[in-house]
Nanobody
Framework: QVQIVESGGGLAQPGGSLRLSCIAS???????MAWYRQRPGKQRELVAR???????NYADSVKGRFTISRVNAKRQVYLQMNSLNPEDTAVYFC??????????WGQGTQVIVSP
């Protein structure tokens, strides 16, 4: 069964940093991958996307602060989050970038940004 496991979340102070990791079983290198988040009371939104050739795209709200990367040999995707603010508080998920190719969602990893 194809699975996704996210990790690396936690509590951070405003201005702080966290690095999220995701490992996905099954086909990996041939798919664009993405990080998503679901903030309290909001729908899940795409935060960052990385293509098979490592081109990247970011939501305006995180541009310049977050960096997505991947290591195909490890089937892992990372999200380096800097200059965190309380609006970044959310459960973060990773998955394939194309909705038609989504794997079963993992549990996500909780990020809380608070003084």
């Amino acid at each position: 069964q194809v699975q996704i496991v996210e990790s690396g979340g936690g509590l951070a102070q405003p201005g702080g940093s966290l690095r999220l990791s995701c490992i996905a079983s099954g086909g990996f290198a041939v798919y664009d991958m993405a990080w998503y988040r679901q903030r309290p009371g909001k729908q899940r939104e795409l935060v960052a996307r990385i293509g098979t050739e490592e081109t990247t795209n970011y939501a305006d709200s995180v541009k310049g602060r977050f960096t997505i990367s991947r290591v195909n040999a490890k089937r892992q995707v990372y999200l380096q989050m800097n200059s965190l603010n309380p609006e970044d508080t959310a459960v973060y998920f990773c998955n394939r970038a194309s909705e038609s190719r989504w794997l079963n969602w993992g549990q996500g990893t909780q990020v809380i940004v608070s003084p």
